[in-house]
């Protein structure tokens, strides 16, 4: 009797991502949260995308946030201050095949590290970057950062922040980023699923985290972000649904000439099929929505904008191909050798 062989299917699930280490963060750090978001969207995208786990790379700068990749069961490097972007392009264009992430901080990431993160989103390279925003410097123990907040008190500013602060969402925004997204870090199951959104995004996606540091800044988005009053303060944006928001779904946000109102439903006239239809791929919407902030505005989470537009890699090894057909696989030794001199004894 012939035997039939069985396949045996393998399931991915969030533990294979635990690394085994032990966190080094503080008790109660939204990290935590992320950890175990990033891990549960790891194992998704790993069986719906056909990503082995071995594929997964993460790399980080310095700071709380970019302990990360001594926690997750994949590749990762562990990069110098603000340069996690420009190491991730090169691992990236090196190999196309890996699912690089690039995880970050509000310091890290637009402070020293600003510039490579705004080419990096420009050139739309394939990776993921995950912006963890607490308004602090956490690791060296809390100086004001690029995202704090004019009046905040910290260790370098005993008086009050002075500087207006960066919004991560404008300037992802002004280099024309084909995904972003605002997310909470306590908020594991949407955090979740936009994670895994961004991994079937073909182009650089950048995810900005409000997390909570407990020390050194507790509870600074606890106003809108809070379970309790998140419905009525914050809004969340979907492609192709109006604007609602509050605990009633009874409030909503109209764009009239480019510029947002929130309405009643129900008061003066005002009908569900009045309030604006939310568009992710429109970028002068994506740009009112990104300024909304509460109090004056619900805050607004969710995926922002999404576009599908020709990625570095694609139009790098496009190019490469065309010139190889125009001149030829050509000849490194040749080109080594192209302008060379023979250095005769005197």
């Known amino acids: 009797m012939q035997q039939v062989e069985q396949k045996v299917e393998i399931k991915i699930t969030p533990k294979d991502f635990d690394s085994g280490e032990e966190p080094r963060w503080c008790p109660g750090c939204g990290d935590y949260a992320i950890l175990n978001a990033v891990r549960s969207a790891f194992a998704e995208i790993s069986k719906e995308l056909g990503i082995p786990k071995e594929n997964f790379v993460i790399v980080s700068g310095i700071g709380c946030s970019s302990r990360f990749p001594y926690y997750m069961n994949t590749y990762g490097l562990h990069g110098i201050h603000g340069r996690a972007t420009a190491i991730a392009t090169g691992v990236k264009v090196a190999n196309p095949n890996l699912s690089v992430w690039v995880v970050t901080g509000d310091g890290d990431g637009l402070a020293i590290g600003g510039n490579h993160l705004m080419h990096l989103m420009r050139r739309n390279l394939d990776i993921k970057i995950l912006l963890f925003d607490n308004r602090i410097y956490g690791l060296t123990k809390g100086q004001y950062s690029p995202t704090s907040v004019p009046g905040q008190i910290t260790k370098s500013s005993p008086y009050g922040v002075i500087e207006r602060p960066v919004d991560p969402v404008l300037l992802a925004l002004s280099q024309r980023a084909t995904f972003i997204a605002k997310a909470i870090d306590k908020d594991i199951k949407r955090l979740t699923e936009i994670l895994i959104e961004a991994a079937k995004h073909k182009g650089t996606a ?141």
């Open 206 to 346: 950048f995810i900005q985290i409000y997390q909570n540091c407990v020390v050194f800044n507790d509870k600074a988005f606890e106003d809108f972000a809070g379970k309790e009053v998140r419905s009525e303060r914050a809004i969340e944006v979907k492609h192709g649904q109006p604007l609602i928001f509050g605990k009633n779904l009874d409030k909503g946000i109209i764009i009239e000439n480019g510029k947002p109102k929130v309405v009643k439903i129900g008061e003066n006239g005002i009908t569900k099929d009045k309030i604006t239809v939310y568009d992710e791929t429109d970028f002068y919407m994506n740009f009112v929505i990104a300024n909304m902030h509460y109090p004056e505005f619900p805050e607004p989470l969710g995926i922002i904008r999404r576009v599908r537009e020709p990625t570095f890699e694609e139009l790098l090894f496009d190019q490469i191909e065309k010139a190889k057909k125009l001149k030829g696989e050509g000849n490194l030794k040749k080109l080594l050798e192209k302008n060379s001199w023979e250095v005769l004894p005197s």
